[in-house]
């Protein structure tokens, strides 16, 4: 019987390596990836040279900036990650169907039956990190950890040196896992490893030998998926990806709002970007929220920060004109007179698989706008081409690029508002009849 081989793959530095990929001068340099420019944006991603000056992912561009004046700042660019992840993707693909990418620079592969053994598992890592660099790029350095589960595999590859393979199994636990402390453990945070520690719990070879069914008793289920996961033990195996639970955007304002034209713009965009993911994905949400920030002196005056609010709602809502009505609305009715945002969020949840019923009662269609009078036909008319409309747009879109025919209601607006963004935990699934990837 040939063994259960899986192999954690992890790109290294991902999103600062790929900027340093694309401008040779910033090789060797720190780099950090921002999600905006503005002095409270976040570093998303830092170089090899600049985690060394501790300019870490989670730091503030101030921040940044005071750790290291020299510090190379650069803006989120999704279209390149992106890029980069495809061509990855395409190379693992050559080698296994079995794959489960669980985000933009991390994947796991099921080699049972594809290789027979650990060692040549480990020549096959050595074939795609040699390919990743001569068809992707040169610059792109990536981890892996080679084990029988997938818990362990991640482990091999979070833990292995950068660019470099870690094999785990269960006859060298003892000395890959237990010297190690918890919170070296994929999924021991702080919270838990205080739990832990009350049953004197320290490193995880203490817990790889701790009696399971005092574990259970502590944590029931969990406790068992802890005990097994440090004893080689599988639990799920790869993962197929699942349906989002929520689908949302943010954004923190580029420049000051002086009236809310500019933050309907805004919103107007990130419930498209919402919209057009919703309907990659053929779903219909059910729910919407929305959440607001105001500058400082605005929260000192209104007593807070921001707000907003969620509803359930009667009917699914899949045309981004409406997602924006619903979205519009509970801005104007929670933001405080003469309070303008500085920051807008919005989400979809309730998610289903689209239905295409269609609505039968003008009391489950949007709220209507007394002003303009609008009849029940005009009503119907705008509920059968909204989707349709919806739909034409995005294959334009699809086509020659986002935004390249665009809403009139965020006309105006630059690059920099509400831009793409691309997180690490990004969900991606392959679509194999249409041969693409889907963000």
Known sequence: MLPRIILHLDMNSYFA???QQANPFLRGKPVGVVATMTPNGCVIASSIEAKAKG????????????????????PNDSSKYRSCTEGIFRILRQ?????EMYSIDEAFLNLTGFVPSYSQAETMAADIRQRIQAEV??????????????????????????GATLIVHRGNLHQTLDPRPLTDAWGIAHNLERRLNLLNLYSLGDLRRYPVINLMQVFGINGYVLWAN?????IPGLRTPEQPKSIGHSHVFSRKAESLDYPKAVLAKLCEKAGRRL???DLEAYGVWLSYGVPDWVAARIGRAGGGGGKKLPYALYDTHDIFRHCWQMLLDDLPKRALPN????????LKPRSRQLRLWSSLAPPIDRATSRSWRSLSDDMERGPA??????????????FTVARGSFWGLNEKDAPDRVGFRKTVTYDPAADRYVW
């Open 17 to 19: 390596s790929v900027e």
């Open 55 to 74: 300019i870490k992912t989670g730091v503030r561009v101030k921040e940044a900036r005071a750790i290291d004046p020299n510090v190379i700042l650069i």
């Open 95 to 99: 080698y296994t169907e079995d794959i």
């Open 137 to 162: 790029g040169d610059w792109l350095r990536c981890s892996m950890g080679i084990a029988p589960t997938r818990w362990l595999a991640k482990f091999g590859g979070d833990t292995a040196p950068k």
């Open 230 to 234: 440090v004893n080689g033990i599988e």
């Open 279 to 281: 309907r990659r994905l």
């Open 343 to 350: 920051f807008l969020a919005m989400g979809l949840f309730y």
């Open 389 to 402: 409309l919806a739909q034409a747009l995005d294959t334009l879109n699809d086509q020659f690029g986002d």
